[in-house]
T-cell receptor, first 115, second 115 residues
Framework: AQSVTQPDIHITVSEGASLELRCNYSYGATPYLFWYVQSPGQGLQLLLKYFSGDTLVQGIKGFEAEFKRSQSSFNLRKPSVHWSDAAEYFCAVGLYGGATNKLIFGTGTLLAVQP | EAGVAQSPRYKIIEKRQSVAFWCNPISGHATLYWYQQILGQGPKLLIQFQNNGVVDDSQLPKDRFSAERLKGVDSTLKIQPAKLEDSAVYLC?????????????FGSGTQLSVL
């Protein structure tokens, strides 16, 4: 069955430090992969997505992610974290068939940023 | 451009009561989704509409949950009767066509507490 695993429930980094959030997926075919961010009381906002082509994907707010098929991973990175990046981050895989357009989400990683 | 609107923002009910949530998608978006996000988990798709027709409701607990999108625009999700385990944030999302990999726009959600 298709699934997404985010092994880190909670991560704390210092402002200005680099960040990497891990995501592993299980999917039989070439996946559509996404990273979303959710700030408190807000809906989910798309950071970036991977469909095909270049395995290094650039997103909004200075985030990037790298698709590694051999490791079934799609880790999210940012070279220098800002206090406003504190939020919950969700990795998702897209399932498509017929008219179905479904996202399977991981359990999320809560990011705290220390001053 | 106005985003996805949801109401109410919060709702507290007792178990066995009924409750309804409302969603107005982005204008012109044909596809509408309801997701359930339980604390500590990623969002889970409950139902997907394409215009006013149901595309996927495989994870909707149909004995107590119902949803409609009568005119292909706004939608209502109902729970009757509610159980304690229904406590969650209910997110509505929309997309233009529901095609593969298309970006979903999420509302801020309705936080339901069942006591």
């Amino acid at each position: 069955a298709q699934s997404v695993t985010q092994p880190d429930i909670h991560i704390t980094v210092s402002e200005g430090a680099s960040l990497e959030l891990r995501c592993n997926y299980s999917y039989g075919a070439t996946p559509y992969l996404f990273w979303y961010v959710q700030s408190p009381g807000q809906g989910l906002q798309l950071l970036l997505k991977y469909f095909s082509g270049d395995t290094l994907v650039q997103g909004i707010k200075g985030f990037e992610a790298e698709f590694k098929r051999s490791q079934s991973s799609f880790n999210l990175r940012k070279p220098s974290v800002h206090w406003s990046d504190a939020a919950e981050y969700f990795c998702a895989v897209g399932l498509y068939g017929g008219a179905t357009n479904k996202l399977i989400f991981g359990t999320g990683t809560l990011l705290a940023v220390q001053p | 451009e106005a985003g996805v609107a949801q109401s109410p923002r919060y709702k507290i009910i007792e178990k066995r009561q009924s409750v309804a949530f409302w969603c107005n998608p982005i204008s012109g978006h044909a596809t509408l989704y309801w997701y359930q996000q339980i604390l500590g988990q990623g969002p889970k798709l409950l139902i997907q509409f394409q215009n006013n027709g149901v595309v996927d409701d495989s994870q909707l607990p149909k004995d107590r949950f119902s949803a409609e999108r009568l005119k292909g625009v706004d939608s209502t999700l109902k729970i009757q009767p509610a159980k304690l385990e229904d406590s969650a944030v209910y997110l509505c999302a929309s997309s233009a066509r529901g095609s593969s990999g298309e970006k979903l726009f999420f509302g801020s959600g309705t936080q339901l507490s069942v006591l």
